[in-house]
């Protein structure tokens, strides 16, 4: 019986530390970019003038930009955010899920998109404000000047791992079977 109850407080605490990264909030460390601006502003790792082809531009340039930081996108997933916004920024938008890192496409001469890192305290907060026109290097302007305003926003979300899920549920049922034979007795 001993035995039974020492391998069943094993195996839990083996799940629990396996399916860590699945509970934890992404964070990576300091702000390394040079656009840094005053709360809840987010901040920009990078931008560029990118072709209108849709989902795997958009992976590749981020992917460029935040290696350029020592950062990675693995564990996110790309998720659509919306199109046609129109305006030339951002305040507190609220996609209605967390996010780390989120591409904004803008219309104009230049068509540039913006790579966003939600980099506020603790781990981000999840709402998306852009600097205000004319800040560097957000380059909106009023028409024919500059872009015409925000024409799409993509997301980059945490993606728990299956396996890491399959873990944590056969721990916590592991922990359950232990709970109900104690009960029993």
């Given at each position: 019986?001993?035995?039974?109850k ?5 195996c ?18 300091p702000?390394p ?5 005053a709360?809840?502003?987010d ?12 989902q ?28 046609a916004?129109g305006q ?7 996609p ?7 591409v ?5 001469p230049n068509?540039?998109?913006y ?7 603790a781990?981000?907060?999840d ?7 004319g800040?560097?290097?957000?380059n909106m ?6 872009p015409?305003g925000?024409?799409h926003?993509?997301f ?6 299956p396996?890491t ?6 721990g ?6 232990a709970?109900?034979?104690?009960f029993?007795?």
């Open positions: 019986m001993r035995k039974f020492m391998l069943t407080m094993l839990a605490a083996i799940m629990v530390f396996a399916a860590a990264p699945v509970l934890a909030i992404p964070t990576y460390g702000n970019s040079g656009w840094t601006y709360s809840p502003i901040n920009i790792l990078g931008y560029e003038a990118l072709p209108n082809s849709g795997a531009t958009e992976v590749a340039f981020a992917t460029d930009v935040v290696s350029h930081f020592g950062l990675s996108l693995a564990g996110l997933a790309w998720f659509d955010g919306g199109n916004f030339t920024s951002l305040n507190l938008y609220d209605g899920f967390p996010w780390v890192f989120a904004i496409k803008v219309n104009g068509d540039y998109s790579l966003i890192w939600d980099t506020q305290a781990g981000g907060d709402l998306l404000t852009t600097p205000l026109p800040q560097t290097p957000w302007g009023v028409p024919p000047n500059g015409y925000i024409s926003v993509s980059f979300v945490a993606v728990p791992e396996y899920l399959l873990l944590l549920g056969l916590l049922g592991l922990v359950g079977v709970g109900m034979r104690r029993r007795k």
